[in-house]
């Protein structure tokens, strides 16, 4: 086939889709200041509070208001963390229970609090990528504060059941969590069915602009500040709004949910087609994740006796643009903690590659990957010190 | 640095792209002496295979389990030691491997001090096979610790021999005993020398 660019990293950020683009370039001119009492502001604001009304639609929250904007997941998931911080300072109920594959800005908010003299546990999954329920019930007590698990990794894709997690963390009195940012617009969210407290969102996973997210806070429970100043977002979250880019946030808001149904055939479809692909081709390869709880487009897979840097700088040559949990391409030492916590051991997940679908992506792209992957893992296996 | 900054200099591209020397199993080549390090562990291992006309390397290959750089990095190694005395090949620094690829990130330079690590393995074998075990031990070593006069050899050896952190290695080299003030350095090496033979 002919060379072709060919973007498989839709989990790490998604380009901003046409509508959205367009929408944005005509809203541009929407710059008053949406806290100002004149006409401009009044209408920014309006537009504002649609954009809000898209999001709680996205993950089904009955009321816009409880919707408050971010610049994006990491800020979503240190606010929930620093409420944590001033809800458990004093007093007994301060322990919190996580998980061991979460994203880093939940991993370091966890490992802060720690720091901070609270007990943190964070729990083991099982081979796939599932948390282990036994010892959830186990740790979750009456002095838990907050449980904070994620609803789909972006690694592996595998997906957790935050309704049963609710449930155990509510019997118990805790608060409950979850990091939504790569589940939604890819599976439904819907935060009553689930049951949860918090509900981070980011913008630039569902193809809208990068700097904006959300956090669902449920009515009732408690939130403080992590930027103090105005009374924007009802004192929750203090800055001029970002009107450009929550507008766009809207936008993709309402077309993920319409499109969510058939995102999911065509992703599943897809990868699918990938996966049996890879399997077929290539000898002794390990199919990371989840074999059905998993991000319809979410695809990692391990291929030993080859190293995760060097297959993804061979596929970028070939135009194909992966990421992988090898230790070389982070530039630390060690290989995705993710990957590590599924016990599959370093040799494997430093030669690991994700492959991460979105919208764009056709048959033939899937086609193109199937020619040029398994003749780059031959080639590395045969220059490899390790037996495949 | 960005890691595709380097990838695409185009001297480490054409030789990620068209490695040298590299063996290949389908071929009949038997080394005279081999030396391996690294570990899969930390994401890469590297095999040096040599052919030796009394102390002459006549040929080389080698293997790797190995991030681009070292792919890169091991492949430049290899043609520049063909044809070179040993003594000589004892003493190649990552950084004359690096900066003939044109500079290598700081945190990719362990992959090419890596080759030759393999390399110098590959030559004490022979040293050993030929009766003349650590020949070359304390050539082109750089003395870490001014009071006590202990070297970087010094080092990886303590590391070989069993060291793992700051305290064993103390045990085995006095290192750091005096003064105190090669410490932060000699860490380093530590650090570097577990990642490469632990
Ligand atoms: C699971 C998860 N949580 C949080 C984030 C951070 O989101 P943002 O980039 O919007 O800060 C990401 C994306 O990098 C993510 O994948
Ligand atoms: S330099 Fe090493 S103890 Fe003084």
């Keep these: 086939m002919d060379k072709r660019t060919v973007y498989l990293d839709y989990n790490a950020t998604t380009p901003l889709r046409a509508e959205v683009k367009d929408a944005m370039i005509t809203d541009l001119g ?37 919707i408050v904007f971010t610049s994006g997941g990491s800020e979503s998931n240190n606010t929930v963390f620093a409420t944590m911080f001033h809800a458990g300072r004093s007093g007994a109920r301060r322990k919190i229970v996580t998980t061991a594959i979460e994203h880093p800005c939940v991993l370091n908010a966890a490992k802060w609090l720690e720091s901070e003299g609270f007990p943190v546990i964070f729990l083991g999954v099982d081979g796939q990528g599932k948390i282990d329920m036994d010892a959830l019930v186990r740790e979750v007590d009456d002095t838990t504060l907050l449980v904070s698990v994620m609803a789909a990794n972006n690694e592996i894709g595998t997906i957790q059941d935050i309704a049963r997690i609710s449930k155990l963390a509510h019997a118990r009195g805790a608060f409950i969590h979850t990091d939504a940012t790569q589940a939604a617009g890819k599976i439904p969210v819907d935060v009553e069915a689930w049951g949860v407290d918090y509900l981070t969102l980011s913008c ?17 429970v408690p939130v403080e500040p992590l930027i103090r100043g105005g009374h924007q977002e009802h004192g929750v979250r203090a800055g001029t709004y970002n009107n450009i880019g929550i507008l766009g946030f809207g936008v993709a808001a309402r077309l ?8 999911v055939r065509e992703m599943s479809t897809l990868r699918a087609k990938l996966h049996d692909g890879i399997v077929e081709a290539i000898p002794k390869v390990r199919v990371n994740g989840h074999p059905y ?22 596929l970028d040559l070939e135009g194909i643009e992966v990421s992988t949990g090898s230790a070389c391409a982070s530039g630390s030492l060690e290989p995705s903690h993710v990957l590590l916590a599924t016990g599959i051991g370093p040799a494997l997940a430093h030669g690991s590659i994700r492959f991460s679908l979105g919208r764009d992506t056709t048959g033939g792209d899937v086609a193109y990957v199937l020619e040029k992957l398994p003749p780059i893992i031959a080639r590395l296996r045969k220059m490899s010190t390790v037996q495949a | 640095m960005d890691a595709f900054q380097w990838l695409y200099s185009d001297v480490v591209k054409d030789h990620f792209m068209n490695p040298r020397n590299v063996f290949d199993p389908d071929e009949a080549f038997v080394p005279d002496a081999e030396g391996i390090v690294g570990n899969v562990k930390c994401g890469d291992q590297m095999m040096f295979m040599l052919r030796l006309e009394g102390d002459v390397i006549s040929d080389v290959r080698w293997k790797t389990y190995g991030c681009a750089s070292a792919i890169a990095s091991t492949s430049m190694l290899s043609e520049v030691v063909k044809g070179m005395d040993i003594r000589l090949a004892y003493n190649i ?11 290598l990130p700081d945190n990719k330079i362990h992959c090419s001090v890596l080759g030759d690590k393999a390399l110098r393995a590959a030559i004490d074998s022979w040293l050993d096979k030929t009766g ?12 870490i610790c001014t009071c006590l006069g202990i070297n970087d050899r010094d080092i990886e050896e303590a590391v070989r021999g069993g060291a793992r952190d700051w305290e064993g290695l103390q045990e085995r080299t006095k290192v750091g005993t005096v003064c105190g003030g090669c410490r932060k350095v000699a860490e380093e090496l530590l650090h570097e020398y577990v990642h490469i033979f632990a």
Excluded: C, W
């Design chain 1, 293 to 314: 709880d998993v991000l319809p487009n979410t695809l990692n897979v391990s291929f030993p006796g080859a190293e995760g840097e060097s297959i993804l700088l061979y």
């Design chain 1, 204 to 220: 630039h996973k569902i193809y809208g602009p990068k700097g904006v997210g959300a956090l669902f806070i449920r009515k009732g």
């Design chain 2, 132 to 143: 003349r075990p650590g020949l070359f031990k304390n050539e082109g070593a750089k003395v």
């Design chain 1, 30 to 66: 929407v710059f008053a200041n949406a806290s100002s009492m004149h006409d401009a502001g009044r209408r920014a604001r309006s537009r504002i509070e649609e954009a809000r009304s898209a999001v709680a639609a996205l993950v089904g929250a009955p009321d816009p208001q409880s």
């Design chain 2, 93 to 103: 620094k990552p950084e004359d491997i690096a900066s003939r690829l044109g500079g």
């Design chain 1, 256 to 263: 993920a949910l319409s499109d969510l149904d058939r995102y």
